[in-house]
């Protein structure tokens, strides 16, 4: 794979992720964005399930694991603790997990415990990746701008996840997620422009 496609690989699987949601839930008439579950879409006994759980999940998960395994080329030379950008990229890995089917009628089978396991974890490992991760984009100039958005999004999704007991949970679940594929498309973004800066420069030599 191209270095160049690498570092978009986040931005790639963010969008793979959103347009399959908006694909397979206009597929679906039973589902309502409002209070329906993302995973609902790909849950068992909907219409194209399978589908869902590999390009909702499954594959964006694998996009930003790519992504995230080369991410700290472009910070500071690599040189930075490498434990923050291994919980986001674990978060991706677990977000991949997640394309278990969720049964909405038997929330104790296995695949309903392993999807809500995979897609708790998937979160809380983003939120602690996230937090830790901005000591070390501090280190790089051409980082640093981008600390206090990502911070914000980041707040958004905890923010978001206090109105999944609403009465529009599903509504407030989208909003978290958006934010998380926000984020890693901004890092995504940053990421590719340096490594198309280091080429630039590289062919001047």
């Given at each position: 794979?191209?270095?160049?496609?690498?570092?978009?690989?986040?931005?790639?699987?963010?969008?793979?992720?959103?347009?399959?949601?908006?694909?397979?839930?206009?597929?679906?008439?039973?589902?309502?964005?409002?209070?329906?579950?993302?995973?609902?879409?790909?849950?068992?006994?909907?219409?194209?399930?399978?589908?869902?759980?590999?390009?909702?999940?499954?594959?964006?998960?694998?996009?930003?694991?790519?992504?995230?395994?080369?991410?700290?080329?472009?910070?500071?030379?690599?040189?930075?603790?490498?434990?923050?950008?291994?919980?986001?990229?674990?978060?991706?890995?677990?977000?991949?997990?997640?394309?278990?089917?969720?049964?909405?009628?038997?929330?104790?089978?296995?695949?309903?415990?392993?999807?809500?396991?995979?897609?708790?974890?998937?979160?809380?490992?983003?939120?602690?990746?996230?937090?830790?991760?901005?000591?070390?984009?501090?280190?790089?100039?051409?980082?640093?701008?981008?600390?206090?958005?990502?911070?914000?999004?980041?707040?958004?999704?905890?923010?978001?996840?206090?109105?999944?007991?609403?009465?529009?949970?599903?509504?407030?679940?989208?909003?978290?997620?958006?934010?998380?594929?926000?984020?890693?498309?901004?890092?995504?973004?940053?990421?590719?422009?340096?490594?198309?800066k280091e080429k630039a420069v590289a062919n001047k030599v």
């Amino acid at each position: 794979m191209k270095n160049k496609i690498i570092y978009l690989s986040g931005i790639i699987g963010s969008i793979i992720c959103i347009l399959s949601y908006f694909i397979f839930s206009s597929l679906n008439s039973e589902y309502y964005h409002i209070t329906k579950a993302f995973s609902e879409l790909g849950s068992v006994g909907q219409p194209n399930t399978l589908l869902y759980s590999f390009f909702g999940f499954i594959i964006p998960g694998i996009f930003i694991i790519i992504f995230c395994l080369n991410l700290t080329k472009q910070v500071n030379n690599g040189n930075v603790k490498k434990h923050p950008f291994i919980l986001i990229m674990l978060s991706a890995i677990l977000m991949s997990l997640g394309g278990f089917p969720m049964n909405y009628n038997e929330f104790s089978s296995t695949t309903s415990i392993f999807h809500i396991f995979s897609v708790m974890s998937s979160g809380l490992v983003f939120i602690i990746g996230a937090f830790t991760i901005s000591k070390q984009l501090k280190k790089d100039k051409n980082w640093k701008t981008l600390i206090r958005p990502l911070l914000i999004l980041v707040w958004i999704l905890i923010v978001s996840g206090f109105f999944r007991t609403s009465e529009f949970p599903g509504l407030a679940q989208k909003i978290g997620i958006l934010a998380y594929y926000i984020y890693i498309s901004l890092l995504s973004w940053n990421a590719y422009k340096l490594y198309k800066k280091e080429k630039a420069v590289a062919n001047k030599v």
